[in-house]
């Protein structure tokens, strides 16, 4: 073997490491902090299941139809959608807005911080099984936190 080889060799292998520990650190790198002002912006209580959503734009997302925003501005209709839910916001001295979400029937208890930028969501697939005016299926109802750019930052699944 000649050097021209074995330095060639040596290059695709730097080259294959290289793209192998780029690819292990983006990894995992959906972040719910906020570049910008440094806050996090997520779930951050409750033993009910939260996962960082690969970023999709919410948009695009095939349940953004059923999506009735609570922050920064509650839309109409979104009382409604979280029949079953009791609902409450503080406002945080670093400009966030933290959001407690219960059910006593269903044992959730829930806290999300939403930075200021981020909007955060009920969706409520089914509404027909709320005409009532009570919650017959929490099971179909979900929280979207969106970050300042439309993605979905985190999904907040408070019955599984």
Do not use: C
């Amino acid at each position: 073997m000649n050097n021209k080889n074995i330095t060639v060799g040596v290059l695709v292998v730097l080259i294959i490491a290289g793209v192998a520990i780029w690819a292990a650190m983006s990894i995992g790198s959906y972040s719910s902090t906020n570049p910008v002002t440094g806050l996090t912006a997520g779930i951050t209580t409750g033993s009910q299941t939260s996962t960082t959503a690969p970023s999709l734009k919410f948009s695009s997302s095939p349940d953004f139809a059923n999506a009735y925003e609570i922050l920064p501005t509650k839309g109409p209709n979104t009382d409604a959608a979280l029949s079953g839910f009791n609902l409450s916001q503080s406002p945080k001295p670093n400009s966030s807005t933290q959001v407690t979400i219960s059910s006593s029937e269903y044992n959730i208890n829930r806290t999300i911080n939403v930075a200021p930028g981020y909007s955060f969501f009920i969706i409520e697939k089914m509404m027909g099984d709320d005409s009532t005016g009570e919650e017959k299926n929490l099971r179909d109802d979900y929280f979207v936190l969106v970050n300042e750019n439309g993605y979905i930052s985190q999904e907040f699944h408070p019955t599984n």
